[in-house]
Structure formats: structure tokens, C-alpha cells
């Protein structure tokens, strides 16, 4: 009799706790897409198919309402972008050669742009990589205050010290992300 009552006490805690990861992610995933200026339903939208975006993490509600290590007088989804970087669009790879094209010709009255500069050197030697799955980027939206007019390696440095002593793992963003993300 014991043995009935735990496993069912079990099965009801079980079944708890599936229900609150279900509301803890459908809030998440509400709160995303009311801040997410490029997610799966704007790709299809304007640029193609990507497939299916993968889940937010569980905790995403709680870092985009948290405060900004940044600017700490706001939240950081005041300060942020959460944007879907897609493996494939339209069946092809994700590749900033892509996305260039894919921003000259948008679908359904999205506004064409394209790149100010973007040399051959660069198309050569990073054109055509490509994230091996899509993901989401979660990415201030303004340089980082005392960042500007220094090294690269001043940069990653200043990124590392804000990383090492917060709940996100930031870091410096690809160019792929940058060009997708504005």
C-alpha cells in the first residue's frame, strides 16, 4: 500500500513539475518573441524558411527581466536583442554571403539594404562559414560603454571581466551574428 501511494504521489509530482516547465517555457517563449525583432516567423516572412527555432532556455523570462550587467539601471531587455541565427534558410546554408543577398531582396515588403562595405578579403576568408545549427543570440544593442576606440584584444578583455562576474557566458559576438542581429 505504501508502494501505490508513493508511486502515485510520484506520478502527481511528476506531473507538476512537467506543467510548470511547460508555463516556465511558454512565458519565456512569449516574453521572447514580444522582444525578438528576428525570430523563426520574421525569417519566414522575409527571407525564408529556417526550420524549427530551437527552445529559449527555461531561464530565459528571468535573464531578459534581470538587470543589464552593462547599463545596470536597466533590464536587459531594454538593452538587448534576441535574434534567431539559422543554420539554413530557404534549405541553404546561413553564410553572411547569403545574408547579403537575402537583405537586397527581402519578401513580402521588408525594406532592401546591404552592406556599406564588405570586402573581398572578408567574403574570402570567413564569407562562407556557417553555424553548424541554429541557436538564439542574445546581444546588447549598443556598444559596450567604455569599448569604443579600443583593441580587439581590449575588447574581448573588457567582454571576459563582465563574463566572469554574471550569470550570462557573454562574449564577443561573430561577424555573422553582428550583421544578422543589425
Given at each position: 500500500?505504501?508502494?501505490?501511494?508513493?508511486?502515485?504521489?510520484?506520478?502527481?509530482n511528476?506531473?507538476?513539475?512537467?506543467?510548470?516547465?511547460?508555463?516556465?517555457?511558454?512565458?519565456?517563449?512569449?516574453?521572447?518573441?514580444?522582444?525578438?525583432?528576428?525570430?523563426?516567423?520574421?525569417?519566414?516572412?522575409?527571407?525564408?524558411?529556417?526550420?524549427?527555432?530551437?527552445?529559449?532556455?527555461?531561464?530565459?523570462?528571468a535573464?531578459?527581466?534581470?538587470?543589464?550587467?552593462?547599463?545596470?539601471?536597466?533590464?536587459?531587455?531594454?538593452?538587448?536583442?534576441?535574434?534567431?541565427?539559422?543554420?539554413?534558410?530557404?534549405?541553404?546554408?546561413?553564410?553572411?554571403?547569403?545574408?547579403?543577398?537575402?537583405?537586397?531582396?527581402?519578401?513580402?515588403?521588408g525594406?532592401?539594404?546591404?552592406?556599406?562595405?564588405?570586402?573581398?578579403?572578408?567574403?574570402?576568408?570567413?564569407?562562407?562559414?556557417?553555424?553548424?545549427?541554429?541557436?538564439?543570440?542574445?546581444?546588447?544593442?549598443d556598444?559596450?560603454?567604455?569599448?569604443?576606440?579600443?583593441?580587439?584584444?581590449?575588447?574581448?578583455?573588457?567582454?571576459?571581466?563582465?563574463?566572469?562576474?554574471?550569470?550570462?557566458?557573454?562574449?564577443?559576438?561573430?561577424v555573422?551574428?553582428?550583421?544578422?542581429?543589425?
Amino acid at each position: 500500500a505504501n508502494t501505490a501511494r508513493y508511486e502515485t504521489v510520484a506520478r502527481a509530482n511528476e506531473a507538476e513539475s512537467t506543467a510548470r516547465d511547460q508555463e516556465i517555457a511558454q512565458t519565456s517563449n512569449a516574453l521572447a518573441a514580444a522582444l525578438t525583432p528576428l525570430g523563426e516567423a520574421e525569417w519566414k516572412q522575409y527571407f525564408g524558411d529556417v526550420g524549427s527555432a530551437p527552445d529559449l532556455p527555461s531561464d530565459m523570462a528571468a535573464i531578459l527581466d534581470g538587470p543589464c550587467p552593462f547599463w545596470p539601471d536597466k533590464q536587459v531587455k531594454d538593452t538587448h536583442l534576441l535574434v534567431l541565427i539559422p543554420a539554413t534558410v530557404g534549405g541553404v546554408p546561413f553564410t553572411l554571403n547569403q545574408l547579403g543577398e537575402l537583405i537586397k531582396h527581402p519578401k513580402n515588403g521588408g525594406h532592401s539594404t546591404k552592406y556599406s562595405f564588405y570586402g573581398d578579403s572578408v567574403k574570402a576568408q570567413i564569407g562562407e562559414q556557417s553555424p553548424p545549427r541554429s541557436y538564439w543570440l542574445l546581444m546588447t544593442r549598443d556598444v559596450l560603454p567604455e569599448s569604443q576606440n579600443k583593441s580587439y584584444a581590449a575588447q574581448k578583455e573588457l567582454v571576459a571581466g563582465y563574463a566572469s562576474g554574471g550569470s550570462v557566458p557573454y562574449e564577443l559576438p561573430s561577424v555573422l551574428e553582428v550583421a544578422t542581429a543589425i
